[in-house]
């Protein structure tokens, strides 16, 4: 993870600048932009899913034969419960 002393002046100008306008906030809007900030997360890591899998794909990781085996194996080494 970068440090402040590792970004250019304007990254360290931008995040001070968003944490005053988070500091500014009313403690009623505090909600929504936490909900507001989750969502930008999801869609960052459905993008790293999105482009990993693709990877994966091309690499030919997730053809049928090996999902199969890949689920095979680990049934054997955790059997369900009856």
Same mark, same amino acid.
């Not at 993870?1 to 944490?19: F, G, I, K, Y």
């Not at 690499?59 to 009856?82: D, F």
């Given at each position: 993870?970068?440090?402040? *002393?590792?970004?250019?002046? $304007?990254?360290?100008? %931008? +995040?001070?600048? =968003?944490?005053?306008?988070? /500091?500014?906030?009313?403690? @009623?809007?505090?909600?929504?932009?936490?909900? *507001?900030?989750?969502?930008? $997360?999801?869609?960052? %890591? +459905?993008?790293? =899913?999105?482009?990993?899998? /693709?990877?994966?794909?091309? @690499?030919?990781?997730?053809?049928?034969?090996?999902?199969?085996?890949?689920?095979?194996?680990?049934?054997? +080494?955790?059997?369900?419960?009856?």
């Amino acid at each position: 993870m970068a440090t402040p *002393t590792d970004t250019p002046p $304007e990254t360290q100008q %931008l +995040r001070q600048l =968003l944490h005053e306008k988070i /500091d500014q906030l009313p403690p @009623a809007h505090l909600a929504s932009f936490g909900q *507001t900030v989750q969502e930008w $997360e999801l869609g960052l %890591l +459905r993008r790293q =899913l999105d482009a990993d899998f /693709d990877d994966d794909r091309a @690499a030919r990781k997730l053809e049928p034969e090996k999902i199969q085996g890949a689920v095979a194996l680990h049934r054997a +080494r955790r059997p369900y419960r009856q």
